[in-house]
């Protein structure tokens, strides 16, 4: 699949969860499980977009692209702002979770939520780019 390069703004994220809403359906992947990469992808971009690129100006991009393997569908985000790991934040216990929403400690439940929501998330640095890798396993695989 071709990558998709967009300006790094939220006005993008219409178009970053139709990329993945599309590659989920030419992987066959089930309805409500692209809605969960879907939002998968919209929540990483929106951490990346609201605070890796919050200083960053109008230059910044954010970049989507998509691979279908016989097993897996895999889309990656891609960006240049400062390294950032999302695996490394974080993430609500089960007590915490079981709290009233006006109870909870704010931030990282959509970190949660995106990783929960894909069989498999990873993240690498490679020279000045980030890598956000969510892995869809496909039906037939």
């Given at each position: 699949?071709?990558?998709?390069?967009?300006?790094?703004?939220?006005?993008?994220?219409?178009?970053?969860?139709?990329?993945?809403?599309?590659?989920?359906?030419?992987?066959?992947?089930?309805?409500?499980?692209?809605?969960?990469?879907?939002?998968?992808?919209?929540?990483?971009?929106?951490?990346?977009?609201?605070?890796?690129?919050?200083?960053?100006?109008?230059?910044?991009?954010?970049?989507?692209?998509?691979?279908?393997?016989?097993d897996v569908l895999i889309i990656t985000?891609?960006?240049?702002?400062?390294?950032?790991?999302?695996?490394?934040?974080?993430?609500?216990?089960?007590?915490?979770?079981?709290?009233?929403?006006?109870?909870?400690?704010?931030?990282?439940?959509?970190?949660?939520?995106?990783?929960?929501?894909?069989?498999?998330?990873?993240?690498?640095?490679?020279?000045?780019?980030?890598?956000?890798?969510?892995?869809?396993?496909?039906?037939?695989?």
């Amino acid at each position: 699949m071709d990558k998709l390069t967009l300006p790094a703004v939220l006005a993008s994220l219409a178009e970053l969860r139709r990329y993945a809403r599309e590659a989920a359906a030419a992987a066959g992947i089930e309805e409500e499980r692209s809605y969960q990469l879907q939002l998968a992808v919209d929540e990483i971009a929106t951490n990346i977009i609201s605070y890796g690129y919050k200083d960053a100006g109008p230059m910044a991009q954010i970049v989507i692209g998509g691979e279908i393997t016989a097993d897996v569908l895999i889309i990656t985000l891609e960006d240049h702002a400062p390294a950032f790991d999302p695996r490394t934040r974080q993430m609500p216990d089960d007590d915490e979770l079981s709290k009233p929403l006006e109870e909870r400690t704010i931030g990282g439940l959509g970190i949660y939520l995106a990783m929960e929501g894909v069989d498999r998330f990873d993240y690498r640095r490679e020279g000045e780019r980030n890598l956000n890798i969510f892995e869809m396993r496909r039906r037939n695989g």
